[in-house]
Structures are given as C-alpha cells and as structure tokens.
C-alpha cells in the first residue's frame, strides 16, 4: 500500500498557497511541520466548545476539558508504547523535557566526577542543558565522535562508557544530518555500565515506530510541532520508578495534594511534573496529532519519506558542485547539503523567491557543522505531503541560485 498524497494534501490547509505566486513548496519540515484541518480542529473546538481549566471545575466544561487532555495523554502512551499515562509528562517540547530531566533527575544522581555522555550530532537542546549541569555539579561531559558520513563511531561510544557515565543523552534522528542512530545497541551497552539513557526523539516520532518497552530506554522525548502537532507541548516520557524517585521540576497549582506553610505533599504521577495550568489546547490538538499519524500510518509515511530521500539523493549526487553533509547507510528525511560558491543563506533566499522553503544554518547543531568545518548547510527535510515534483523545483530552483552566482 503507498500513501495517497494527493488526499493528504488536501487536509492541510496551508499548502493550498502560492508564494511569490509560485506553489508553495514546503520543505523545511524538520524545523516544524504543517497542521492538518483536524488538528486545526480540535484546537478550534477545543476553544469554542470546551474550554475551561483541567482537574479542577466541578462543572461539565472543566469534565470535558479534563477528559480531553487526558485522553490525549493516553493517546500519546499509546503511540509510543509506554506502559502507563502515569509515565506520560506534557511539557512545552522536547526542550524543556531535557531540560525536566537534567534539573530534577541530573541535580538528584550526577555529582562531582560524574560523567554524562552525549554525541556529536546532538541538537543544542541535548548539549546546554547537560553542560550547565556538569558546570553546576563538576561533573564531565564526555562526547562520542561521529565520522565523515555523520554515523557515530560506536567502537569510540563504546570506548568512553565506563562506571563514571551516569546518563547517556543520544539523537534518535538527527535532524542536521538525518542519520538514525543504532538506539537499541546503545541503551544495551550503556545500561551495562549502570548508566541512564535519554532519547531525543523529536525529529523520530513523525517518521519511525516507537516502543519505549522494547527499546527499554529511561527518558524518551519528542515535540508535538514535528508531528503535525502544535507547537508549545511535548512530552518527556520516564520510566515510572525514575519518575516516582525524581524531585518536581517546578512548584505550584495541580503539582501538589496538600500544602500547608510547613510541608508540601506533592501529587501522584504525572501531575507532579505538571505545575500549573498546562497548555490544554495544545495536548488536545497533539492528541489529534497523533489520531492522524495512526489513521494515516507512521509506516506508509516513513516509505514515502524514504522513497522521497532515494529520489533526492540521486539528483543531489547528479548536481554538479553539490556536497551532501549526512550520509549514513541509515538516515531518513534530511538531505543536507552546500553548494559550491553559494552560502546556504543565500540559497535558502534564492529558493524561496521560487516558492521553496528549505532551512539554511547550523540546525542548532553547531558541533555538526564544526566537525564538517562548515558556517552551515541548506537542508531540505520531507513530510507525509511533499511529493516527487516537489523535489524537482528544489532543484531547478538550486540550479538558479548556482547560474545567479556563476
Ligand atoms: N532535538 C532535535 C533532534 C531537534 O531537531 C529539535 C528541534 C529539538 C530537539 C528541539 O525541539 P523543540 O521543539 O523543543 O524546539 N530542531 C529544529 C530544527 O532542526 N530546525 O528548527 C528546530
């Protein structure tokens, strides 16, 4: 069965326009998909039907609103196979998930002489925060290479586990390179030496299967913005011993049972993570997010995707002065990329007078970008609704820039 793109074009809205009068050509997807007419929706109805704060009202708005965002939490356990909601935390996005874990988890487990291990495609958002802990607590922050095709060096991963590392921080899917990272050989060789593991999932949810059971990995985070969600809300999902022995991250409403000026006691699972009237709209239109991923298939888009990499892969390897940044033998959905005598910020320009939108920089991936010895790349990254023909603008449009330059 293949994908029925013409059909799932027509539930987004905002591909339906032109830019400088030319078909919007949307291939910055890695940085934020687009929103199809049902997430639209939910947030819509959300507003206008049920709109009140959750796990408060006695009356029927604040019952539905509840009820809404619960459910999205359960649809959101579900997609991921985590075992309970209990282990389903919403957050602003996989950045501040991080971020829920390096100051509660990190603050409680990693002290002097500590080591966390990251990798050298990680997003800023899995650097900083470990960085900051590691400067706050004298602990290290260790760092496995990746090689000139953008794959970490396993041997070397390897080589730098040891009875220090006390919590390994690893890209599912790099969204600078696109490489998807062996997970599983990871958390194995890294649960060997006694040491937690953390999975950016925020560029994998949209594209691959997730089971956090089977992958047995400790924190799992995603963003729902990349997966046709909403931007402001994403998720840290932990396993629920870790979470029951984790302080709270922030004080305030719903986080507690009982307080009094002499002692607090906090609430069950997950609320205790949740200070706070949370972003309601937006779980409830990540909810509908995920219903669309399922109803359209995480699978079928992920082979449209690749087949739409192979396609583009071999016009980039035809395209004359073009460098590929990211080749690993398994990567998905990014195809990075500079052009001789072009910066990637004035392709990026040129493009979108095209009606191309593509991203051009350091992705928030600036070791990346050292480790090539580049300023940045242009990179385009692929969606359920991007189609072949697509791919040919981008590359009639890159074969503009390059003759403007010439
Ligand atoms: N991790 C990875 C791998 C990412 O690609 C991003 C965002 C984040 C974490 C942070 O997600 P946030 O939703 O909390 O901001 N990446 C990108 C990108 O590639 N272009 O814009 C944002």
Redesign the pocket.
């Known amino acids: 069965m293949m994908l029925n793109v013409e059909n799932i074009r027509s539930q987004f809205p905002i591909l339906q326009q032109q830019i400088y009068n030319k078909p919007l050509v949307y291939l910055d997807n ?2 934020t998909t687009q929103k199809p007419q049902s997430v639209i929706d939910a947030l819509c109805g959300y507003y206008t039907h049920d709109n009140a704060n959750v796990h408060r009202g006695v009356h029927m708005l604040s019952e539905r609103a509840t009820a809404a965002y619960e459910s999205a939490r359960d649809k959101i356990r579900a997609l991921i196979n985590a075992a309970s909601t209990r282990e389903i935390v919403f957050t602003r ?3 501040e998930a991080i971020n829920l874990v390096a100051s509660s988890w990190g603050e409680t487990n990693i002290g002097a002489g500590d080591e966390v291990l990251i990798s050298e495609m990680e ?1 800023h ?2 650097i900083v925060p470990w960085q900051m802990l590691c400067e706050r607590n004298g602990a290290k922050l260790v760092v496995a290479p990746i090689n000139d095709a953008g794959e970490l060096m396993f041997d070397a991963f390897e080589a730098k586990l040891s009875e220090r590392t006390r919590l390994v921080g690893m ?1 599912h899917l ?2 600078a390179l696109g490489t998807i990272n062996p997970v599983s050989d990871i958390i194995a060789k890294a649960h060997a030496v006694g040491a937690k593991v953390l999975l ?1 999932g ?2 994998a949810v949209a594209h691959l299967n997730i089971d956090v059971q089977a992958l047995d990995c400790d924190f799992y985070v995603t ?1 729902a ?2 997966m046709y969600g909403p931007t402001g809300i ?1 998720v840290l999902y932990a396993k629920e011993a870790l979470l029951e022995s984790m302080p709270p991250y922030q004080g305030g409403g719903d986080m507690i049972s009982m307080v009094t000026f002499e002692k607090t006691q906090y609430n069950d699972l997950p609320y205790k993570f949740e200070a706070g009237t949370p972003n309601i709209a937006g779980a409830i239109g990540f909810g509908a997010a995920v219903d669309w991923l399922c109803e359209t298939g995480v699978e079928l888009i992920a082979a449209h995707e690749q087949r739409l990499l192979v396609y583009a892969t071999e016009e980039a390897l035809k395209f004359e002065g073009l460098t590929l940044i990211g080749t690993a033998e398994n990567k998905a959905t990014v195809l990075s990329f500079t052009i001789d005598g072009v910066h990637p910020h004035d392709l990026g320009t040129i493009l979108d007078r095209e009606g191309v939108a593509i ?1 051009a920089g350091h ?2 991936a600036m070791p990346v970008m050292q480790h090539f010895g580049l300023p940045a790349t242009a990179r385009a990254s692929f969606a359920a609704y991007n189609t072949e023909t697509e791919i040919d603008v981008l590359f009639a449009a890159l074969k503009k820039a390059q003759e403007i330059f010439a």
Do not use: E, L, M, Y
């Open positions: 890695a940085a996005g996989a950045t997003h958002s899995d890209v790099s969204n950016d925020a560029q963003s913005h990349k994403g991203r992705h928030c």
